[in-house]
Every structure is written in structure tokens, then in C-alpha cells.
């Protein structure tokens, strides 16, 4: 079995407002530093996404990838890839523990990730922990801030950046 890493973190928010953040990929290049684009290819018959391409910049791994969602519940969201120019595994999850009766949540991500170039584990565990710590500060971030409610021109807007 594959090494993986995984992270969690506290969000004053309810589990619902989390997964809205989570499910919204046209707006990743707002909030992850890594993700530079993103596009739903298709939908699963719930109106979820069930393929997105990704173009991804994180430093040591840069990659444009299509990864396969599978939605377990209201809760929890699983993913794996589909295809890649420089990976040979990415898979991961959220998952949404409700806390305080709901109004805030833990969110634990787990990531697995293996590139077709040589790379030692170490390095390999040490990106997976930075994508983990980045993807969760800014899924914080946004949750809490508020902007997930707002149009993205309005956010934007208001933070300096243009679209």
C-alpha cells in the first residue's frame, strides 16, 4: 500500500459551508496557491463534479492532470487520477467532521502522491505535506472570510486582484 499524508484543521463553519467551497473547482485559482486553472469535464447525476482537469503549479510537482471524484454523502469527497503529464498517483480526500453541533467543522485531507521521475520518499512526503498545509490554510481562509458567498469579480475586487 502507498504512503500517504494526512493533515486536518478547524473551520468556524458548518460542514454544508465547507463542502460548497470544496465542490466549487471553477473557483480553485482563487484560493490554492497550486491550482492555476481549473475545469469540470463532467458531472455525476447528483450535479457533483465527476472528472476536473487541473493545471497545477507546486513548486517541485507541476502538472496539468484530470483527477475522478466520487462523493460519499454530504461529508466527504474522494478523488483519483485519471490522467498526467508528470504523475503517476494522486489520490485524496475531505473529509467533514461536524463539531459543536455543526457549527464548526474539521476537515482532514489525505493525499497520496507519486511522480513518474525518480524522487525520494522524503521529498515526495514533504510535497504532499505542503500542498495538505496550503490547501487547508486556504480553504480556512476563504470558508471564514466569506468571499465563497460573494461573486468571484466582487472578491477580487475588493482584495486588489483582477480577473
Do not use: C
Request: cysteine-free.
Amino acid at each position: 500500500m502507498a504512503e500517504h499524508t494526512r493533515s486536518s484543521i478547524t473551520i468556524e463553519a458548518a460542514p454544508a459551508a465547507v463542502m460548497g467551497v470544496i465542490a466549487d473547482f471553477d473557483r480553485y485559482p482563487e484560493w490554492t496557491g497550486e491550482v492555476k486553472q481549473a475545469e469540470v469535464l463532467a458531472t455525476d447525476d447528483d450535479g457533483h463534479a465527476a472528472q476536473v482537469r487541473l493545471v497545477l503549479d507546486a513548486g517541485a510537482i507541476k502538472d496539468d492532470h484530470t483527477l475522478a471524484y466520487e462523493w460519499i454523502g454530504a461529508n466527504e469527497v474522494q478523488w483519483s487520477l485519471v490522467k498526467s503529464q508528470m504523475l503517476r498517483t494522486l489520490d485524496g480526500s475531505y473529509a467533514l467532521a461536524p463539531l459543536d453541533g455543526g457549527a464548526r467543522t474539521e476537515v482532514t485531507y489525505q493525499l497520496t502522491v507519486d511522480v513518474k521521475i525518480p524522487m525520494l520518499g522524503m521529498i515526495k512526503r514533504k510535497a504532499e505535506k505542503v500542498i495538505i498545509d496550503r490547501a487547508l490554510a486556504g480553504l480556512k481562509q476563504r470558508v471564514e472570510s466569506g468571499d465563497a458567498d460573494r461573486p468571484a469579480a466582487a472578491a477580487e475586487a475588493e482584495s486588489g486582484k483582477s480577473v
